[in-house]
């Protein structure tokens, strides 16, 4: 089974509906990253979690929320999608212990906002 | 910010030839990772750097941390078509921070 798991592996909506992408890890780690990648481009990061009780907001937060509903599990959400937010989001974890802090993908999941 | 100049953007081989592809860096990381994206699917770490001028292979790969710590390179020998995908380099530059990624470089192999 995988480590890290992320529901749905695709998704078309329409522009103005609320979304809402989850991540779930089998991996133990505090640590939980939520990151953008468009075609042909790098990761772009959006929100971290560095516990149950901490949210940070990445790069480019706008337009997203987040929630950390326990060690296990990091959900995304888009509050009324819009067209530009068609990507691939990937959602990361890492343990953050001294000298590493390496982070372990999801799968993926493909938006569509039409 | 910190940013890393990844390079080249995209690469198209034939089987069997090495490859190389570096990252810069104007500032200082003190852990580099290389990972490797398929169509399809998350980012996969390859090999991860975690001193100046260390040198670490997995496989037909080979990887090194720049003594300057503002650089790391990936080898790639005797490519084969299924090293096709995105190659992303990517830096920390303490446990606490944010990792900051390149941009890629897309492998492509020719049979």
């Known amino acids: 089974d995988a480590d890290v798991t992320q529901t749905p592996r695709n998704r078309i909506t329409k522009t103005g509906k609320r979304i809402m992408l989850e991540c779930s890890q089998t991996?133990?780690?505090?640590?939980m990253y939520w990151y953008r990648q468009d075609p042909g481009l790098g990761l772009q990061l959006i929100y971290y979690?560095?516990?149950?009780?901490?949210?940070n907001k990445g790069e480019i937060s706008d337009g997203y929320s987040v929630s950390r509903q326990a060690q296990a599990k990091f959900s995304l959400s888009l509050e009324s999608a819009i067209p530009n937010q068609t990507a691939l989001y990937f959602c990361?974890?890492?343990?953050?212990?001294?000298?590493?802090?390496?982070?372990?993908f999801g799968p993926g999941t493909r938006l569509t906002v039409l | 910010g910190q940013q890393l100049n990844q390079s080249p953007q995209s690469m198209f081989i034939q089987e069997g030839e090495d490859v190389s592809m570096n990252c810069t860096s104007s500032?200082?990381?003190?852990?580099w990772l290389w990972y490797k994206q398929e169509p399809g699917e998350g980012p996969v770490l390859l090999i991860a750097?975690?001193?100046?001028?260390e040198l670490t292979s997995n496989g037909r790969l080979t990887a090194q941390f720049g003594i300057t710590r503002k650089d790391s390179f990936l080898n790639i020998s005797a490519s084969i078509p299924s090293d096709v995908g995105i190659y992303f380099c990517?830096?920390?530059?303490?446990?606490?921070?944010?990792?900051?990624f390149g941009g890629g470089t897309r492998l492509m192999v020719k049979p």
């Open positions: 990361a974890t890492s343990d953050g212990t001294a000298n590493t802090d390496t982070q372990y």
């Open positions: 991996k133990g780690h505090d640590r």
């Open positions: 979690s560095f516990d149950v009780k901490d949210i």
């Open positions: 500032s200082i990381f003190n852990t």
């Open positions: 750097l975690y001193k100046a001028g």
């Open positions: 990517a830096g920390l530059i303490r446990a606490g921070n944010m990792l900051t």
